[in-house]
């Protein structure tokens, strides 16, 4: 008897885990700036900012990355930038053994806001650094990099679940000039409007947001906004 009562409890616990997770239990994870790849034995500094609801900076947490190559694997412990409270940016500094790709998982101890970054390449520092990343690659990192797919679903980025917040961007297509100045400055092409998802200005770059428009646009035919 009590296990049927078990059995009926679990899809309400499901239910309740999930409305926690849209209401108040997920982040938006950005790295401030991705490298193409990095030198192996190295250290190269990872800095991140963890925004509740994207917009949010989430002071107090104790973030790690994860970095994983086959069996190995390196962890390293991020801690905040600065002293002012409230700022939720962190760095961490990353090591990586042996040549390969890694894949580096950064998780924001912000209950399950984690943030998997497609695979980097690791190179020997005597072998040179590899091929440039075309447009669209370095897009596609970023997208994943700047927190991009936690609000919008694009099937082409990652299959990494998200809330899904903001429009669903798998092969969706925008004007090139209308999306560039949308990620400068999301709030001036597109005022909040009560009730509705707000987009935060991540501050990219110039060569940050070409990659981005090169990979959502995808040489296809634009869309209706």
């Known amino acids: 008897m009590v296990k049927k009562g078990v059995w009926f409890l679990l899809p309400a616990v499901v239910m309740l885990t999930a409305a926690a997770r849209y209401l108040g239990g997920w982040a938006v994870i950005t790295v401030d700036d991705l490298p193409d790849y990095v030198t192996v034995g190295q250290p190269v500094k990872l800095s991140f900012m963890v925004r509740q609801h994207g917009m949010t900076l989430l002071d107090g947490l104790s973030p790690r990355i994860q970095a994983r190559s086959g069996s190995t694997e390196a962890v390293s412990d991020a801690t905040p930038v600065g002293l002012l409270p409230g700022r939720g940016h962190y760095t961490a500094t990353v090591v990586l053994p ?44 970023l997208f994943i990099a700047k927190g991009c797919f936690t ?68 040489d296809r035919q634009v869309s209706a906004r």
């Open 98 to 141: 042996k040549a390969g790709d890694w894949t580096l998982t950064i998780r924001s101890s912000f209950g399950a806001s984690n943030a998997t970054l497609l695979p980097i390449r690791a190179v020997d520092s005597r072998a040179g650094a590899p091929p440039s990343l075309a447009e669209y690659e370095r897009g596609r990192r």
């Open 151 to 218: 609000c919008h679903v694009n099937t082409e980025a990652t299959s990494q679940p998200g809330i899904a917040v903001g429009p669903v961007l798998t092969e969706r297509r925008y004007p090139a000039d209308y999306l560039s100045k949308l990620l400068a400055n999301p709030e001036v092409v597109r005022p909040p409007r009560p009730g509705a998802p707000t987009m935060p200005n991540l501050g990219l770059k110039e060569r940050e947001i070409a990659s981005l428009v090169a990979f959502i646009n995808a």
